[in-house]
């Protein structure tokens, strides 16, 4: 069963900065591209970053090209985004999803930024 679990959110001020996490279970985590992806109330699923399966190639959506950082520790099968310069709008539930496209995700963390 695969199996994704966040951690890392919290309430920060405009300008700060979080790391999240999301350890992977069942499943070969080293094989798997790896995406974050984030959902504010009333809003379509929101695709954020992504990461190939060794961690050689990266990409980001515009808004966060700059700001955020996606990086992956196969030997602890843990996922990672680094989420500097926050801005109100990035308040969020994150989500780590297995793959590029659709995938199983985990249950999420929060993060709220207030100015």
């Known amino acids: 069963e695969v199996q994704l679990v966040e951690s890392g959110g919290g309430s920060v001020q405009t300008g700060g900065s979080l790391r999240l996490s999301c350890t992977a279970s069942?499943?070969?985590?080293?094989?798997?591209?790896m995406s974050w992806v984030r959902q504010t109330p009333g809003k379509e699923l929101e695709w954020i970053a992504r990461i190939s399966f060794d961690g050689g190639q990266a990409e980001y959506t515009e808004s966060v090209e700059g700001r955020f950082t996606i990086s992956r520790a196969n030997v602890n099968n843990t996922l990672y985004l680094q989420l500097n310069s926050l801005k109100t709008e990035d308040t969020a539930m994150y989500y780590c999803?297995?793959?590029w496209g659709v995938g199983e995700r985990g249950t999420g963390t929060l993060v709220i930024v207030s100015s």
């Open positions: 999803q297995r793959g």
């Open positions: 069942g499943f070969p985590f080293g094989q798997n591209g």
